[in-house]
């Protein structure tokens, strides 16, 4: 019964700003870390932005790094990442990601998808 629930994802022109949302809902143990990764046609899936839940501690990819941020709302169980200075080469499917009684991340949203265009 433990789902994420994503939005914000849409079209934005290179340089603009989107910020994706994610929501674990139907929660019966507390995640350890929540993460954004993407995966761009033809290309393997990346890790973009992880937080943990008890200190929020983050770390980035160093494509993202100085353009996006990921925070969290421990009361709404909610993850965010803000994108600005958006690029072509972020477009991609972002799937947001946690990790429930597990060292991996086990648990995945749907996806939303970005584009960036030029």
């Known amino acids: 019964q433990v789902q994420l629930v994503e939005s914000g994802g849409g079209l934005v022109q290179a340089g603009g700003s989107l910020r994706l949302s994610c929501t674990a809902s139907g929660r019966t143990f507390s995640s350890y870390a929540m993460g954004w990764f993407r995966q761009a046609p033809g290309k393997e899936r990346e890790f973009v932005a992880t937080?943990?839940?008890?200190?929020?501690?983050?770390s980035y990819a160093d494509s993202v790094k100085g353009r996006f941020t990921i925070s969290r709302d421990n009361v709404k169980n909610t993850v965010y990442l803000q994108m600005n200075s958006l690029k072509p080469e972020d477009t991609a499917v972002y799937y947001c990601?946690?990790?429930?009684?597990?060292?991996?991340?086990?648990?995945w949203g749907q996806g939303t998808q970005v584009t960036v265009s030029s």
């Open positions: 937080i943990t839940w008890i200190r929020g501690t983050t």
């Open positions: 990601a946690a990790k429930v009684r597990s060292s991996a991340y086990n648990l």
